[in-house]
């Protein structure tokens, strides 16, 4: 059961929501299907939304009181809660390359928990993950669902440039690097997809609330798909998803 939530004004101009401070499917879906309402019937009052695992930020136009935003918007939480909520996601496969010359760390978490790489590859690609959040890097998501097997503290030495595409594993999550940055996760391998785009609409191939899963391939299917991406003939295999 979804436990009571707090609002209250988020410095002069912004409105935060907190749930429950666990990680949680449930609490997670409640948030993403309250700012879908939200932002349905609102959109005019709001520069913008930030979902994290437990919470959801909403920027304001500065003609907008907080307060008095907060005593309107209360009404519309109770209303999702008879059952009117947009729960549509997406489903997006992610092509990676787990080859040794885009993946300079899978042999060291391989044996740290005694698998062959071919084990970890396998365990890495088998789950549904959800897209509980992005952020560190504009369209960097943070995703749920990594096999408890594969649970790795993040590198004691941080990267100073972590390759775009590189998929990592940091700690009990795995993640996929927007664009070239530091970074001290484990790098297990790379996606030839650009997952963010300023001059799209949206710019993230992914949102909070999809879901993503990893498809093994190789150095050439990677050359290949990057090839088509520059001349801007493909696009990722992205398709509702209902669980």
Not at 30 to 58: G, M, P, Q
Not at 122 to 129: A, W
Not at 153 to 161: A, Q
Request: glycine share 6%; with cysteine; proline share 9%.
């Amino acid at each position: 059961m979804i436990q009571p939530v707090s609002f209250q004004p988020f410095g002069e101009h912004a409105v935060l929501i907190n749930w429950t401070s666990a990680i949680d499917v449930d609490v997670h879906a409640d948030i993403v299907a309250f700012d879908r309402l939200l932002l349905s019937k609102h959109s005019n009052e709001i520069e913008e939304t930030v979902i994290s695992y437990h919470s959801l930020a909403i920027y304001l136009s500065h003609d907008v009181d907080p307060k008095d935003f907060i005593e309107t918007i209360k009404p519309i939480f109770k209303e999702r809660r008879t059952g009117n909520r947009d729960e549509a996601s997406f489903l997006i496969q992610v092509p990676v390359c787990y080859e040794p010359e885009f993946a300079p760390d899978l042999k060291q978490v391989a044996d740290i928990h005694g698998m062959s790489v071919d084990e970890v590859i396998d365990l890495h690609t088998t789950p549904t993950y959800k897209v509980y959040f992005l952020g560190f890097l504009p369209g960097f998501p943070y995703l749920g669902g990594l096999n408890p097997k594969l649970h790795t503290p993040r590198r004691p030495n941080p990267r100073p440039k972590v390759e775009q595409g590189a998929v990592g594993i940091g700690g009990e999550q795995t993640g996929i690097y927007t664009m070239d940055s530091p970074g001290g996760w484990n790098i297990i391998g790379r996606s030839p997809l650009f997952f963010f785009d300023p001059k799209k609409d949206p710019p993230s191939v992914v949102a909070a609330g999809d879901y993503v899963q990893f498809v093994s391939i190789s150095k050439e299917e990677f050359l290949h798909t990057r090839f088509l991406l520059e001349k801007d003939i493909y696009l990722p295999n992205k398709k509702p998803y209902h669980d």
